[in-house]
């Protein structure tokens, strides 16, 4: 059965050493929706996950999740979760089947509760075939696919996803995403964590955007494009050297907002119509014309410069 409040945070502090990490964050999970929690490295999203599972002790705020009290009753909330980590650390020795066993058995399941489930997860995971199979023997799309199979196996009413494809090719991309997409319309709860605009695009209903521990934007995908960005993107590119300073130069005045990156301009206006006729005349250029996305919000709330 779904929870009326699958996860609500509010005035969330934690600092490492003096230095804020998580610095008055509020948000809340709608049931049965996917929310993306979204930042540039270093903003703080792990450290939330953990806050929020109950791994490390808020410095102050309140989390409730699955309607329990973290970090007072953790173990508890956390049951009700499934969680898919950053880096796979399902069991190397042991087959897919073993694997799944040995979860179930961690949040006290009975052996033939978590053998009668294990035919939907492996057919949820695409892996019916592979039952059997040792890990090493696994692609690394099987082993995401498992990772979200165990942390089902106790059924979930939250799942916590922390970047659930970073380092899949696009098939195995895909793949995930329909499943997401299930799962959400089981009614499950999803927090999503991802480098990825296209996949917080498609897959979120809300998110935030956090930096330094803060959060900085909030709302639906659409939302928060036509509140931040310009709805037109005119990417230029260099083909000549000089060519494309020539133009920026020539186009100052005009009603775009142009940032320079490298050997690339991007122009975000609402009108593109005069920006397109002059590239026609230009030389020297390549260029293409889209609409804003998730993607341009992030870069212009975060900024172009490197996080690592
Ligand atoms: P994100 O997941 O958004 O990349 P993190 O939550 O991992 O961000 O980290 C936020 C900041 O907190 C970083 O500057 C990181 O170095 C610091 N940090 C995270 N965990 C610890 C820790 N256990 N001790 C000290 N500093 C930490």
Redesign the pocket.
């Known amino acids: 059965m779904a929870v009326r409040m699958p996860l609500q945070v509010e005035a969330l502090h934690k600092a490492?050493?003096g230095?804020p990490?998580?610095d008055g964050l509020s948000f809340a999970l709608e049931p049965g929706t996917c929310f993306g929690l979204l930042?540039?490295?270093?903003?703080?999203?792990?450290?939330?996950?953990?806050l929020c599972l109950g791994l490390?002790a808020p410095d102050a705020g309140s989390i409730t999740l699955a309607g329990l009290p973290v970090p007072a009753q953790a173990q508890a909330a956390r049951a009700r979760t499934g969680v898919v980590p950053q880096f796979d650390n399902l069991d190397p020795d042991f087959t897919v089947t073993e694997n799944l066993l040995v979860f179930g058995r961690y949040f006290g399941m009975t052996h033939a509760a978590i053998m009668a489930r294990i035919p939907w997860l492996l057919q949820f995971s695409g892996l019916e075939n592979k039952k059997d199979a040792r890990l090493a023997t696994l692609s690394g799309g099987m082993k995401r696919r498992l990772t979200l199979a165990r942390a089902l196996v106790h059924d979930p009413d939250i799942v916590f996803l922390?970047e659930p494809t970073t380092g899949l090719d696009p098939q195995a991309r895909h793949l995930i995403w329909e499943r997401l997409k299930q799962l959400k319309s089981e009614g499950k709860t999803l927090l999503l964590?991802t480098h990825f605009m296209d996949e917080a695009e498609r897959l979120c209903d809300r998110l935030i955007v956090?930096d330094h521990?803060r959060k900085i934007a909030e709302g639906s995908p659409r939302e928060l494009i036509s509140a931040h960005i310009e709805p037109q993107v005119v990417e230029v590119y260099d083909e000549a050297a000089g060519a494309l300073a020539a133009f920026v130069a020539a186009q100052r005045g005009s009603s775009a907002r142009v940032e320079v990156s490298g050997e690339t301009a991007f122009f975000y206006c609402h009108d593109p119509q005069p920006l397109l006729a002059a590239l026609a005349e230009a030389s020297g250029l390549r260029y293409v014309h889209r609409a804003a996305n998730l993607e341009d919000v992030f870069i212009k709330l975060t900024g172009r410069e490197l996080r690592d």
């Open positions: 490492y050493a230095n990490v998580v930042g540039p490295n270093g903003a703080g999203k792990t450290t939330t996950l953990k490390t922390d964590t956090i521990g």
